[in-house]
Structure formats: structure tokens, C-alpha cells
């Protein structure tokens, strides 16, 4: 059974309900001679349905004041689609333009042009399930994985707030790999990491993060919003001793990433127009079938109630109006 009842106690009043039985909704009024009265079957059983009428009508008033409710459930569902989810940078530098600037009115932050087109992505995805966390020098949590669009958007404009200090990208994608800890494997999985920055990995983070993507199956995506004449995951050093993590961060990680063992994808972007084209090339890419389970709340019937029992009511003050005076 799916319901239960808030105060079970009420319902010990439920006896009542058989008071019609062994009372009249009419007046009563001798007569000389009984058989002056001719009860046909039509006239027994309408005097009968008068009375369970009545009887519901107590019924319906005591479950609904015992607060009747449909427990919490959880439906298994089938679309097409992924689970993903965003893992934000929110450091300093995304609140600059694409070229470096202090954005106005006519041009937008990096973090404003992801957010946008991040949210025009989630709206275009009905069957997904988003997860978001940001970074900076530490990682935060943000939304779960969940298919409830509202949360999701809520999440996604938490990066109209200014970012902060620095870039920790290893902490940022740790923390988005945990979303996935405790989630059945019932469609594709997916890690968008959107950052303008990268930080130098060391063996232990390598390792870890080498271990849990191939642990969760997690395909990644990094969108690197490149800032103008900033260095990109493509640019190749103009000498052997500028090959190296702390020089060139963004070329390494990238060669980092194509050593997992899991599909990685990059896009170098560098305006809000080639952000969109990648994003599109996403929602392309990632279009697989997906089944997912969806936590319905608990349900209220206590209206239903209600509107039942003034129903009999109802039908029960019209039969009294139809009454006979003497």
C-alpha cells in the first residue's frame, strides 16, 4: 500500500460512520394504518443509498482530518540522454572578458557567457540528469545530480557571483567524480569542466583522478575558455625547457587528459560564439538512452477528501429540500 495517514489516531472515530444506519435523515410522522404506506423496492433501496451517502460523508471527513497522504515514491523512467555533470571554475580570472577586460555593458564575462549558454543547454536536454560544483582553491558543492530543471538553473546562475582567488582543478574534478559514488550506471556519464586555467597536477592527484575516472566511467569535457594572446591546451613551447607543467599548465593537463582511459574531448575556445558551437557539439555527442529512477514527494489527499465528503453532503442537503412538509 502507498498510503498512510498523519494522525492515526482520528481514525478510531470511523465507527461513526454507521450513525446513519440507525438514525433518519427525515422527519418522521404517524400514520392511522401501515399499509397506507406502500414501500416498493425503488423506495428501500434509495432510503439505503441516502444512508451510505451520510455514512461516506463521516468517512471522508475523519480520513482527511487523520491528514490521508501517498507515501514518497520512486519511478523508474527512460529517456535519452546522460548524466553531467558541470564542474565551474569560480576563480578570479572568469570575471574577466574573453580579451582580458573588466566586461560592460556591451560585453560579457567569461562567467556570464558560460552561464547563459550553459542554461540554454540544460533547457534543451529534457531528460538529462545535471550535476554542478564549482573550484576555485578549494572545491564546493552546488547541486546533485537530479532531473528537476528549477535546481539545476538555481545552480547554474550561482556564477553571476563574483570568483575568487585561484585555479584547483584537481580538487574541482575530485569533486565532481564523487557525484557519481553512489549512482547506479544506467546511461552515459559525463564531466564538463569549464575553466580559463589549469593548475600543475602531482603524481598522488594524477593518480587519483586517473583511478576514479576509470572507477565511474566518466567521459570528460574540457571547454578552455582561452583569454586573447593567453597560452591554449594546443600551443606548442618555443623551447624544450618551457615544456613543463609550470610554465605551460593548460598543454600539460591536456596531455594529462589524453592518457585517461576514458573518451576525452577539448575545445579551445576563445569568444561566446565558439563557446556555443562546443556546447552544441555536446548536446550532438551525448545523446545516448538513458534510464533513470525520479523521487515523486509525498502527496497530500486530504483535499480529495474533502471534496468527496461535500459532495454527499451536497446530495444529502438536495434530498432534504425534496422533503415533504406535513
Not at 468517512?59 to 565551474?88: K, N, P
Not at 566586461?103 to 550553459?118: F, G, I, M, T, W
Not at 514527494?297 to 412538509?325: D, G, I, M, N
Request: hydrophobic fraction near 40%.
Amino acid at each position: 500500500m502507498n498510503l498512510a495517514v498523519h494522525t492515526p489516531w482520528l481514525l478510531s472515530l470511523l465507527p461513526l460512520s454507521l450513525l446513519p444506519f440507525f438514525t433518519s435523515l427525515f422527519e418522521r410522522h404517524g400514520t392511522p394504518r401501515r399499509q397506507l404506506i406502500q414501500l416498493d423496492a425503488l423506495t428501500i433501496w434509495l432510503n439505503r443509498l441516502i444512508k451510505l451517502f451520510a455514512s461516506l460523508a463521516i468517512v471522508m471527513i475523519i480520513v482527511g482530518l487523520a491528514g490521508l497522504y501517498h507515501i514518497e515514491q520512486t519511478v523508474t523512467r527512460t529517456g535519452q540522454g546522460a548524466h553531467i555533470v558541470f564542474v565551474l571554475d569560480r576563480s578570479a580570472s572568469m570575471n574577466e572578458t574573453f580579451g582580458g577586460q573588466t566586461p560592460d555593458e556591451n560585453e560579457q564575462s567569461k562567467a556570464q557567457a558560460a552561464r547563459r549558454l550553459l542554461s540554454e543547454f540544460v533547457n534543451r536536454r529534457p531528460h538529462d540528469l545535471f550535476g554542478v560544483a564549482g573550484f576555485s582553491t578549494q572545491p564546493f558543492y552546488v547541486s546533485p545530480l537530479t532531473e528537476h530543471k528549477s535546481a539545476i538553473q538555481a545552480a547554474i546562475n550561482s556564477l553571476e557571483t563574483p570568483g575568487l582567488a585561484f585555479t584547483n582543478v584537481a580538487k574541482g574534478l575530485g569533486m565532481g567524480l564523487s557525484y557519481f559514488k553512489d549512482q547506479p550506471h544506467t546511461g552515459s556519464r559525463v564531466i564538463v569542466l569549464v575553466s580559463d586555467g589549469a593548475a600543475t597536477l602531482d603524481h598522488r592527484a594524477q593518480k587519483t583522478l586517473r583511478e576514479w575516472f576509470e572507477r565511474y566511467r566518466v567521459s570528460l569535457y574540457w571547454f578552455f575558455l582561452r583569454t586573447e594572446n593567453g597560452q591554449g591546451i594546443f600551443t606548442e613551447p618555443s623551447s624544450s625547457r618551457d615544456d613543463n607543467p609550470r610554465v605551460m599548465p593548460e598543454r600539460h593537463l591536456h596531455k594529462f587528459f589524453n592518457t585517461l582511459s576514458v573518451p576525452y574531448h577539448a575545445f579551445e575556445v576563445d569568444t561566446a560564439e565558439s563557446l556555443q558551437a562546443a556546447i552544441a557539439e555536446l548536446d550532438e555527442l551525448e545523446s545516448l538512452p538513458l534510464v533513470y529512477e525520479e523521487k515523486l514527494p509525498r502527496q497530500s489527499l486530504s483535499t480529495w477528501c474533502y471534496s468527496l465528503a461535500l459532495f454527499f453532503v451536497l446530495c444529502l442537503v438536495a434530498v432534504k429540500a425534496l422533503e415533504r412538509k406535513p
